[in-house]
């Protein structure tokens, strides 16, 4: 599995346009067969702050998401919303073993 935190800054003004345009994307991201988890969420004390959790079943699996419709829209979407450019960072899985991440999505909970 591959683990990715994609950290974005927000300009003040674009606050919820940038997390409808998120949470449209994430809810169609975790219907994905590679996605095992999409999460969205904001910083408390800087509400211009989010961060992407991405989880992804192989090392793949992020090209395959970056071909879909919905990203592209994202991605377009978001691009004048942001106030420095978004930057990522890759992480292993350690715990739990990777079969233990294998439970349907509930992006609607």
């Known amino acids: 599995m591959l683990i990715v935190h994609v950290f ?46 991405e989880i992804y079943r192989t090392a793949d699996a992020p090209a395959l998401h970056k071909e879909t419709a919905h990203y592209a829209t994202w991605r377009d979407t978001v691009a004048d919303l942001m106030a420095e450019p978004r930057s990522s960072v890759k992480y292993a899985n350690l715990y739990p073993q990777d079969a233990g991440w294998d439970y349907p999505a509930t992006p609607d909970a």
Not at 12 to 25: G, I, M, R, T
Request: charged fraction near 25%; hydrophobic fraction near 45%.
């Open 8 to 53: 974005v800054h927000v300009k003040p003004d674009c606050v919820d346009a940038f997390k409808a345009a998120s949470l449209e994307n994430a809810h169609h991201s975790v219907q994905e067969s590679g996605i095992v988890r999409f999460d969205v969420i904001q910083q408390i004390d800087d509400p211009t702050r989010f961060v992407l959790v």
